[in-house]
Each structure stands twice: as structure tokens, then as C-alpha cells.
């Protein structure tokens, strides 16, 4: 019952096979294979095909062919012989030549003629009578068919031609076993034991693919085998999957995790290179080798693309010559006598009597016929800056400057008029304080560099002195160190002895907490003064990526701005100091200074001194970039030799690369292409779709989405054109600032077409300022002048701090409400409204219910109450003395009253309007130079009967816009405007009045015309100083002089050594005591 049975299956009975089994592997396969010789079983194939297969098959083709010719040809000799011979047509001539040519016919009947294969005629001569041996061979004489005399035609008259052989294979016997025999060679030499033919079908392929793979380097590869293995074993790894960039197994970490790596490392601000090549290893599965590989691919392009020159960059950079050289100064050439030592210094302090540049002269055509790459309007450092710089990229540049000093330094006309002493003196009216010089001097050497000094003879000196730890800045605030706003203000010198001195100094006068520090010099304190300015320090980290970020448009929130120089790419969100911008800064005051009201208006004071301009309406980062520059450790630096010289070499830099610059150029309106006629309804209804929106940035652009005009030149007043290249590439850079860029220059009719830039209507152009020019007889020493400059700042006045009796908690009182606020109907208008945090306690002005229209108040000079600033630009310059002798230069800087300017509250943006004086003005201006001079004299006593000349500038300086947060927020406020080859320059893109900032709004204007790319910037750090340091030529700085090896400085000056004190001192203390007295005065 129980059978042997495998799993599954049933068990196979093993027995003999059964004799039907037998018979029916015997009997034929009734479907043979289609290709299987008759002579072999069926089902089973010979290794031989040649002979089983191919042989049997060509040969039955081979007689096939043979035998249709045979037929074709049989079928033709039947034709032939039933066809009969026609002859040429007889001539016309008689019956005679008919006679001759049947008789030459008959004489022809012995020969007979047989045709071949070919068609070619076969001729066999009979034997003669003479019985020649040699004429009885079978030799055979053929010739062609000459169609002309004789034709074979069938009885339907169509000529008879044999067939062809020409396209047959086979036509004899002969070529049958011709065939039959290649075949069993064939066969034969297939069919070998030991299968010799491989060896050599292989060998043959073999040759075959080493030229296709190696080609010129078969020979190299054959006599080294080796690298044959070793390509080998790659192509068989990589075929495996060995050679994959991606991995196999599977990342360390899941996805999941890897996103929260990811995420974690944005957070700390990872740069973004490592971020990229993290998410390629454990998201892509890029194996170590291929990141390792990517990274130094990456390295090895940006290199390539650092070296390479940006377009229009010459291959070599023109050398200049110094511009105080002498056949540069004095337009000739040739060998020149040598001069003595005092008669290079005096041709070198001449030059500096002329401003730089030439004066416009209306007659001169050829600024009119001659074409610009780029052209600059404005002068001052900033833009001879910029046209320096593209000067050596290889622009043709023209600098047309309204001002009849390019410089923009002024000079007492009264005194030129007459020859008075001070007819060649000229005044820096715009100050040229640079803060941070040696950043300065790495941006200014390419522009500067000549060939015989890396900074083009320009040095810059210190501004005060060892004594007084070279003071730069004494700060005046109503209230400060002091219990009344009314009384009388404590000075606060600021010099370059650093944060911690000024940290020091408010322990002592204010009663901050001390700025203790342990053995190691780390600071240990608590001191609020010291804290606020780390944290300044730290937001002002990221100001150079955020003015950097204003060259990308779109990119600039991808940019954003870094802590570091090493980690350049962030989210706007991250970046400190874009916040920064749009925050107002009395906010961050009484956040970090609550307690500590003395030292909060200090700060306000130091951050903002350079404008009238309360914390409430200050941008926070306006105000932390001029603390970090005011509390640097380098000071304030002053040119020697003034404004003038740093502009007489930028000067001689564009003129000797072929380039103009134009003094006196009074411009009249900017040139734009015209653009083709477009639907007029549909922008109307773009326009009005805009409107309906009520959005203040675009309201005054009505077809900011449409294409806009290119910008091809100025037109000056008396109706001349410059024009740039219409090539695409030429640009017309504007220094005067936005709003004169866009409300003056620009036409009325593509500005109502076309609009302004996004967010221009909503900043405020700040108030215009007045120059007063003030020479004095005496020199620095005499008349005891310092040449740090004088603030006095009532924006700055000392708050009100509260207690609140409910909560026992201080309330922050106003910064800037008293001391004269209420003077200013420009900015004291802003203090009126609320802050942004609601706090604090107001004057009875600004807690006004404004219910009714607010009283418009004029503006008038107060002395001792109102805004100004006084500087000495004389005892900044170590060759004044040297140049002018005893005399000494003051300038006074105030905000014009509402005698000279107008302003529009209502407008957008907010302007100002210069009022004409030219008749009825002159009463105005001497009020006012008398309400000055006397603040002056009483503000510095020693000044007193030491005047000798006074003139009081009557047209307002326009100084760019107000630094409040819309200044810093508007997306227009950028180098590359709107419109097409339009581009602006100046402090306006960074912070205002600063000679610092106009340097660096000049190097992004000239970047933003030489076309830089996001990733220039960014990986390749590649801009257009660091292009022309890589490309310029050192110069040669070994200048001799009787065998010394001196500078090249443009302005030579002598330094003297600073008397510490006078007179006997009681034992070694004397120096130090008056060092230590001269320092507190």
C-alpha cells in the first residue's frame, strides 16, 4: 500500500525504452531546418556550413546563371541568322561606286565573321593560294561594331545587340569550377582539426580593435603591456560597477536624518560648498573619490576663470606715468636737466595751485565730435575714482564736472580777484577724512599705481598726533556730562586709542561700569559703553556683503551678507546688518542702554554725527557703521596735500589712457534712445491697474514691466551733446546722487513715460548745506588749531529718563527733543511723529495731538544751539606749511536756512529747492556770516583778530539723501538703474558724507559697468581691483638721488617733531606731566 515516491513528482520507472520510442526517434523529422544539408540526419548540425550549407546553394546558383546566358546567347545567333546585313546607303554620285563597292563586297565573301561574348566582331582568315604556314593559324583578329557601316536588323527593323556580360558572375563552365573549387578550399581550410583559422579571425580582430581603441599610441601601448592589463582591469571594473561614482550600499544615515543634518548646518551657517557637497554624499550617493574629484574639477575652473580677463580688459594695462613727472606736467618730452632737490619741491607744491583737469570751453568742438565708452557726471574723488579704475580696463572715459574745481575744493574769490594772500589757497570744503586707510589705500593702488610708486606718489597722514592719541573728532551735545540740557556741554574727544579708552572714559565722567580686563587682556567687566560697541562691531561684520549685494539686483537675497569674508553666501533672513538697515536706532539704544542715559546719548552722538538727524529717524545701520569707523584703532587719515592731489593723480590716470576731464559743465538733461511706437491702450491699462494698487514704490514707474530707453549721453546748457558708443556696451554714470539724477536731469517726458526707479518716492533728500570759508593769519602751532573736526549736535541732546510709578520700571526719555530740535523744520518735523516701540516721554511739541495741520516753523541759525560742524583742513595736512607758509584755512559747515533753500513736504520724494539770491540776497548772506562768525569766535576764542578773510558760500551744497531706513530699503538705491546704460555712483549707495564712501560707491559703479557675475564675486572673489592688481606691472620704486634711494611722493613735506612742553620741569616727570595736560586740554 505504501509506494516509493519522490517529493512532488511520482517515481520514474528506469527499464529499457520501448521499441516505439525506438522507432520514432528513427523516422524522419517531417519539418526539416530551413539551412540543413540533405546528407546530414535531422536534427543534427555539422560544424562544416561551408560545405553543408553554402556550397550546395552558390553552386546551384552558379549554373543557373550559366545557363540563362547560354540560352540569351543561342537566341541570339538564331536572330542573327535570320536577320539580314544592311549596307551604308549608296552615294548619290552614280551606279559606278555601287558597282565598285559590290565588287569590294564580293572580294570580302572568302572572310568570315562571327561576334563574341563582348559584341566585338571575330574575323578567321582563309589560307591564300601561296599556301603561308603562318596564315593558316587560328590567330584572331576582332574589331569593334562600327554602327556606321554595318547593322543587324530583325524583321520589325530594331537592331539586334547580343547580351551583356558585364553584370554576370558566371558565364562558362569555367567559372563554375572555379567556384566549386574556392568553396572546398574554403571548407577544407574551416574544417581542420586544429582550428588555425580562429587563430587567425582572432588575431585579425584583435589588430582591428587595438587600432580602433589606441590608434597613434598602438605603438606606446606594445612595447609596454602592462597598461594594456591595467586599462583591462578598469573597463572590467568599471563594467562591474566598481567604477560607478554613485555607491551601491546604501548612505550611512537615512534621508530623513540627513535633511536634519542639512537643516542644522544652514542654521549655523555652514558655508554653502560644504553644504552642496554633504547633500551630494548622503542624498545623490556620490562616492568619496568622485566628491574628491568634483572638488578639485571646481578648483582647478575657478582658477581658469580667476585669471581670465573680463571683457574689454586689455591684455596688459597701460602703464602711467606720475603726474607730478616733469614732461608729464609740463606737456613735453626729451632729456631734461637734472633739478635740484628745493626745485622739485617747489614744481611739486605749484602744481597743487591749479585744479586738476581742463575748463570747459563752449567753443571747443571736439568734446562734441568725440565718442565715450563711459561718461562720469559729478567730479570729487569718487568719481575720478571710478574713471580711473575703467580707464585701466581699457574704457575711453570723459568726467564732466559741473563744479569749476574737480576737486570740489573752493577758494575766496574776493582774495583771487585782488591777489591777496590767499588767491591760490584752496579750501576742502567736503572734508576728505578716510576712515580704515589701509583698506583705502588696497582700493585706491590700482587706480593710483604708476611706474615709479604703487600708490602714485599719494600718501595719507594721520590726522592729530601722538600727544593727543591722534584725535580725530570732538563731539559737543547739549546735556552730556551735565544734570540740564541748557548748561554748558563737557567736549568728548575721540581719537584711535580704541573702544576701550572711550569705555575708560565713560567710567570715569559718566559713571559707567568699569572695562576690566584679566592678565591675558580679555575683558572681564561690565561695562555697557564697551558691551554696545561689540555688538556694533559685530553687525558692522556684514555691511561689506550687503553694499556688495547691491551689484546682483534678484540676487542680492540669495547673497545676503556673512559674519565673515569666508562664508559668502546667506539668506537675507540671516544677514544681521540687511536687518540692521530698516530698524530705527533709538530701538537698539534703549535696548542695550536703559540704565545709562549719559552714555546713550554719547553713542547717539558718535553714530550720527555727520548729519542732524535724531536716533528716531536714523538708520541703525548708518549709525553702526560710522561708530566702527569713529572708534577705529587706525584713526582718520588725511591725503598730504589735500583733495587736490589725490585728484590731480586720478586725473593724470584717465587723461594719459585717453581720457577727458571736463571742469565747468553745466549739464542740462540726459539723452535717451528712442524706443519703437507700442500700444498706447494697453499701457494705459497697465497703468492704471498700477495706480489702483496704491503701491508708493511703483506708482511713479508706469511701464516698469515694459522695455525702457537706452542711455546714450548728456546734453550740456549751451546745447552741446556727448555722446557714448552705441555699441551696446557704452554708460553714462551719474555721482550727482538720485534724486538730481531722476528729477533733474532726467526728461519730463521718459520720466512720465517710464518712471524712476522702484522705491525712489518714498526717500527724503536731506537739507542742503552751507560752506563758510574762513582764512586765518598764523599757522597751526600759532593759533593753536587741532585737526580734529568740531561737532556740535543737538540730534544728540541728552533724553528725559522716567521712572514709572506703577511699575517701578524707567521709562527711556527721547534722544534729541531738546537742544534746538524744534529748530529744524527738515528733520525736526520727524520728531513730532511716534516711534516705531511707542516708548518714552516727549517734549509738550511732539505730545501734541497732530488732529490739526501742523505749523510750519522756518528754519534759522541759531548760534550755540543749531547744527555745525567746524574743521581746519590746514592742520590736517603735514605739507601745508610747506606750500602755504603762516597761514591757516577754516571751514564752517551749517544747514542752509530757509533763505536759501524751499522745501516740498508734499512731493515724493521729499526735495529740496535752491532759491535764486542773485538779487535782493546779498542782506540774507551777511546776516548769516554774521550770525556764524560770531559762533565761531566764541566757540574757538584764539580765532579772534586772527581773520582775515570771510565768504560765506550762497549756493547750498546738496549732500544726498537722509539715512533713515526707506533710504536703505528702496530696491532702486543700486548701481544699475532701470534704464539701460545708466548707472549711479556715490555715497548715496553706501552712507553719506564720508570720502570713504565715495570710494567705495565709486568701485561698485565701476563694477556694475564692467559686467562682474554673481559667481565673480562670490567664489572667484574676482572684481576689477583684484583684475588690474593681477595684471598690472610692478613699478620701480628704485628712485635715486645722489646716490640715495628716495620715494617718489608727490607732495614732499617735512616732519617736525611735536614740542611736549616748554620751560623747566621739577625732576623726570616734567614731559610726561605736560604730555598728560596737553592730552586733557
Known amino acids: 500500500q505504501f509506494s516509493i515516491m519522490r517529493m512532488g513528482r511520482p517515481t520514474k520507472k528506469k527499464g529499457k525504452p520501448s521499441s516505439s520510442r525506438k522507432q520514432r526517434n528513427e523516422t524522419q523529422n517531417p519539418n526539416p531546418p530551413k539551412f540543413s544539408s540533405p546528407t546530414l540526419v535531422v536534427g543534427r548540425v555539422s560544424s562544416n556550413v561551408i560545405s553543408s550549407i553554402l556550397a550546395p546553394a552558390l553552386n546551384d546558383l552558379a549554373v543557373r546563371s550559366v545557363e540563362e546566358y547560354a540560352d540569351a546567347m543561342m537566341d541570339y545567333e538564331q536572330r542573327i541568322a535570320r536577320a539580314k546585313l544592311l549596307s551604308s546607303a549608296p552615294p548619290r554620285g552614280g551606279e559606278e561606286e555601287a558597282d565598285d563597292d559590290a ?13 563574341d561574348l563582348d559584341g566585338n566582331i571575330v574575323v578567321e582568315p582563309s589560307i591564300d593560294n601561296d599556301g603561308d604556314a603562318s596564315s593558316s593559324t587560328t590567330t584572331r583578329t576582332t574589331q569593334k561594331i562600327d554602327t556606321t557601316r554595318q547593322i543587324y536588323l530583325d524583321e520589325s527593323g530594331d537592331a539586334i545587340l547580343p547580351p551583356s556580360s558585364s553584370r554576370r558572375l558566371f558565364t562558362s563552365q569555367r567559372d563554375v569550377d572555379e567556384l566549386s573549387s574556392l568553396l572546398s578550399d574554403a571548407s577544407s581550410h574551416f574544417s581542420t582539426p586544429s582550428n588555425a583559422w580562429k587563430v587567425h579571425a582572432n588575431a585579425a580582430k584583435f589588430e582591428r580593435l587595438l587600432d580602433e581603441k589606441y590608434g597613434r599610441l598602438r605603438p606606446f601601448i606594445e612595447s609596454h603591456p602592462e597598461i594594456e592589463a591595467f586599462v583591462r582591469t578598469v573597463q572590467r571594473k568599471y563594467a562591474m560597477g566598481a567604477m560607478s561614482p554613485f555607491r551601491r550600499e546604501p548612505c550611512p544615515i537615512n534621508k530623513t536624518t540627513a535633511i536634519m543634518v542639512l537643516f542644522m548646518m544652514h542654521r549655523q551657517n555652514v558655508r554653502f560648498e560644504a553644504l552642496v557637497l554633504v547633500a551630494m554624499f548622503c542624498l545623490v550617493g556620490l562616492q568619496p573619490w568622485a566628491l574628491v574629484t568634483l572638488v578639485a574639477l571646481g578648483r582647478w575652473e575657478m582658477e581658469r576663470r580667476r585669471g581670465k580677463r573680463v571683457r574689454g580688459m ?35 607744491h605749484a602744481l597743487l595751485t591749479r585744479p586738476p583737469g581742463t575748463k570747459f570751453d563752449p567753443a571747443d568742438l571736439s568734446l562734441r565730435d568725440d565718442t565715450f565708452d563711459v561718461l562720469f557726471l559729478g567730479g570729487g574723488i569718487g568719481a575720478l575714482y571710478a574713471a580711473a579704475l575703467l580707464s585701466r580696463a581699457g574704457r575711453k572715459v570723459c568726467v564732466l564736472s559741473p563744479e569749476d574745481d574737480v576737486s570740489r575744493c573752493a577758494v575766496v574769490e574776493e582774495q583771487r580777484r585782488r ?85 575708560e572714559y565713560c567710567y570715569a565722567r559718566f559713571g559707567d561700569n568699569y572695562p576690566g580686563t584679566d592678565l591675558e587682556g580679555r575683558d572681564n567687566g561690565n561695562s555697557t559703553s564697551l558691551n554696545y560697541v561689540k555688538a556694533c562691531r559685530q553687525i558692522n561684520a556684514g555691511s561689506g556683503d550687503y553694499y556688495l549685494s547691491k551689484l546682483f539686483g534678484g540676487a542680492s537675497s540669495s547673497l545676503g551678507g556673512s559674519s565673515s569674508s569666508s562664508d559668502p553666501l546667506k539668506s537675507a533672513e540671516s544677514n544681521v546688518y540687511q536687518q540692521a538697515t530698516m530698524r530705527p536706532t533709538s530701538a537698539f539704544l534703549d535696548k542695550c542702554l536703559p540704565l545709562a542715559p549719559h552714555v546713550r546719548c554719547l553713542m547717539a552722538a558718535i553714530g550720527m554725527c555727520n548729519e542732524n538727524l535724531s536716533p528716531d529717524n536714523a538708520s541703525m545701520a548708518a549709525h553702526v557703521t560710522h561708530l566702527c569707523g569713529m572708534l577705529s584703532e587706525e584713526g582718520m587719515s588725511y591725503p598730504v596735500g589735500g583733495p587736490r592731489a589725490l585728484c590731480h593723480a586720478l586725473t593724470s590716470v584717465i587723461e594719459q589712457s585717453d581720457g577727458r576731464v571736463i571742469a565747468g559743465a553745466s549739464l542740462q538733461e540726459l539723452l535717451f534712445e528712442k524706443l519703437p511706437e507700442e500700444d498706447g491702450d494697453g499701457r494705459g491699462k497697465d497703468r492704471k491697474k498700477k495706480q489702483k494698487k496704491g503701491d508708493d514704490n511703483d506708482a511713479s514707474s508706469p511701464s516698469s514691466d515694459g522695455p525702457k530707453p537706452r542711455c546714450r549721453g548728456v546734453r550740456l546748457q549751451n546745447g552741446c551733446e556727448v555722446t557714448v558708443a552705441d555699441d551696446g556696451d557704452g554708460a553714462v554714470v551719474s555721482t550727482l546722487g538720485l534724486i538730481p539724477t531722476f528729477l533733474h536731469l532726467l526728461p519730463p517726458d521718459v520720466r512720465t513715460a517710464h518712471g524712476v526707479p522702484p522705491g525712489l518716492p518714498a526717500v527724503s533728500e536731506r537739507r542742503p548745506l552751507m560752506k563758510m570759508l574762513v582764512g586765518l593769519r598764523g599757522n597751526k602751532d600759532e593759533l593753536d588749531l587741532t585737526g580734529a573736526d568740531w561737532y556740535r549736535l543737538p ?110 513736504d508734499t512731493a515724493k520724494p521729499r526735495i529740496y529747492s535752491i532759491l535764486n539770491n542773485n538779487s535782493g540776497g546779498s542782506s540774507a548772506v551777511e546776516r548769516l556770516s554774521d550770525r556764524v562768525l560770531k559762533d565761531l569766535v566764541e566757540t574757538f576764542p584764539q ?139
Open 103 to 115: 565588287e569590294q563586297g564580293g572580294e570580302e565573301e572568302g572572310e568570315e565573321a562571327e561576334l
Open 314 to 348: 586689455p591684455r596688459k594695462p597701460r602703464a602711467c606715468e606720475p603726474y607730478h613727472a616733469r614732461h608729464i606736467a609740463n606737456g613735453d618730452g626729451g632729456e631734461l636737466e637734472e633739478e635740484s632737490l628745493e626745485e622739485e619741491r617747489s614744481r611739486k
Open 795 to 904: 540730534n544728540a541732546a541728552l533724553p528725559r529718563d522716567e521712572m514709572d510709578p506703577a511699575t517701578g520700571l524707567v521709562k527711556c526719555g527721547t534722544i534729541g527733543v531738546d537742544g534746538g530740535a524744534d529748530d529744524d523744520g527738515g528733520e525736526g518735523e520727524a520728531l513730532t511723529e511716534s516711534t516705531a516701540s511707542g516708548r518714552g516721554k516727549r517734549s509738550k511739541a511732539a505730545s501734541t495731538p497732530s488732529t490739526s495741520e501742523k505749523k510750519s516753523s522756518r528754519t534759522k541759525f541759531k548760534p550755540g544751539k543749531s547744527w555745525m560742524k567746524v574743521s581746519f583742513p590746514s592742520a590736517k595736512d603735514p605739507s601745508w606749511v610747506d606750500r602755504h607758509g603762516n597761514v591757516s584755512t577754516c571751514v564752517v559747515t551749517i544747514e542752509a536756512d530757509d533763505d536759501f533753500v524751499r522745501v516740498f
Open 419 to 503: 591777489g591777496g594772500a590767499f588767491a591760490n589757497v584752496e579750501f576742502d570744503v567736503h572734508g576728505t577724512d578716510m576712515t580704515h586707510a589701509a583698506r583705502q589705500q588696497a582700493l585706491l593702488a590700482p587706480a593710483l599705481c604708476t611706474t615709479t610708486d604703487a600708490q602714485g606718489g599719494i600718501r595719507f597722514a594721520r590726522i592729530g598726533s601722538d600727544i593727543d592719541g591722534y584725535a580725530h573728532s570732538i563731539l559737543s551735545v547739549p546735556g552730556l556730562g551735565t544734570d540740564n540740557v541748557n548748561a554748558e556741554p563737557v567736549p568728548v574727544v575721540i581719537n584711535a586709542e580704541g573702544p576701550l579708552a572711550l569705555a
Open 943 to 1081: 580765532l579772534e583778530k586772527k581773520i582775515e578773510c570771510v565768504q560765506i558760500c550762497s549756493t547750498p551744497y546738496r549732500s544726498g539723501l537722509v539715512q533713515n531706513p526707506a533710504r536703505f530699503a528702496i530696491k532702486g538705491n543700486r548701481p544699475e538703474m532701470p534704464y539701460p546704460g545708466l548707472f549711479i555712483g556715490g555715497a548715496d549707495l553706501t552712507v553719506a558724507d564720508s570720502a570713504s564712501a565715495e570710494i567705495v560707491g565709486g568701485w561698485l559703479a565701476a563694477n556694475a559697468v564692467m559686467g562682474y557675475s554673481f559667481i565673480d564675486y562670490l567664489y572667484l572673489k574676482k572684481n576689477i581691483t583684484s583684475d588690474l592688481q593681477q595684471f598690472l606691472e610692478e613699478p620701480n620704486l628704485e628712485t635715486e638721488r645722489d646716490g640715495v634711494v628716495v620715494e617718489d611722493l608727490a607732495v614732499p613735506f617735512t616732519e617736525k617733531d611735536v614740542v611736549i612742553g616748554k620751560g623747566g620741569c621739577d625732576g623726570g616727570n616734567g614731559p610726561t606731566d605736560a604730555a598728560e595736560s596737553t592730552k586733557e586740554e
